[in-house]
T-cell receptor
Framework: AQKVTQAQTEISVVEKEDVTLDCVYETRDTTYYLFWYKQPPSGELVFLIRRNSFDEQNEISGRYSWNFQKSTSSFNFTITASQVVDSAVYFCALILNYQLIWGAGTKLIIKP | DGGITQSPKYLFRKEGQNVTLSCEQNLNHDAMYWYRQDPGQGLRLIYYSQIVNDFQKGDIAEGYSVSREKKESFPLTVTSAQKNPTAFYLC????????????FGPGTRLTVL
């Protein structure tokens, strides 16, 4: 089966804490892309990152960082020094056969 | 500004009526998609189109229909055959279906009374 699992349904932290959102995927393909999207309360999805299966370098963009580990089929997302504006639902996705396979999402709540 | 527009943002319909949701993009993207999202759930693919005059069923196409007569437009019709049409509908586009980076519209929240 080819799928994306986000085991954390909801995470709640206090502002300025670091938080990691987990994503585990399954695929038999050797070439694939992984994605993270953010869905704020307004509903519109915002693209955050794309990572191809041959590039295992971790990526950092400001307070956001991504840890891709092919050996464990994981693509985790860390927010450092979280802010209230980071509150949203975050989706991990995998492209396969030209379709995005979506995880169920993790709702992140950042309390002031 | 380039982007995707969906209208209206909120839509109410009586049970048994067909309703068409609009999706327009000016990004010059070949591929377009329709997703359904239910409360607290992830996205499920309804239909996608790789190119004008071509479209394929996604995971939950029953009760829906689409057309792709123009590159910029990909309207979705929710028919009376769709048993539970109340949901949040998101339209997206990408350069191609192989290009996973999809750009999303603001969504239409459909409520069937």
């Amino acid at each position: 089966a080819q799928k994306v699992t986000q085991a954390q349904t909801e995470i709640s932290v206090v502002e300025k804490e670091d938080v990691t959102l987990d994503c585990v995927y399954e695929t038999r393909d050797t070439t694939y892309y992984l994605f993270w999207y953010k869905q704020p309360p307004s509903g519109e999805l915002v693209f955050l990152i794309r990572r191809n299966s041959f590039d295992e370098q971790n990526e950092i963009s400001g307070r956001y960082s991504w840890n891709f580990q092919k050996s464990t089929s994981s693509f985790n997302f860390t927010i450092t020094a979280s802010q209230v504006v980071d509150s949203a639902v975050y989706f991990c996705a995998l492209i396969l056969n030209y379709q995005l396979i979506w995880g169920a999402g993790t709702k992140l709540i950042i309390k002031p | 500004d380039g982007g995707i527009t969906q209208s209206p943002k909120y839509l109410f319909r009586k049970e048994g009526q067909n309703v068409t949701l609009s999706c327009e993009q000016n990004l010059n993207h070949d591929a377009m998609y329709w997703y359904r999202q239910d409360p607290g759930q992830g996205l499920r693919l309804i239909y996608y189109s790789q190119i004008v005059n071509d479209f394929q069923k996604g995971d939950i196409a029953e009760g829906y229909s689409v057309s792709r007569e123009k590159k910029e437009s990909f309207p979705l019709t929710v028919t009376s055959a769709q048993k539970n049409p109340t949901a949040f509908y998101l339209c997206a586009s990408s350069m191609s279906v192989a290009e996973g980076e999809q750009f999303f519209g603001p969504g239409t929240r459909l409520t069937v009374l």
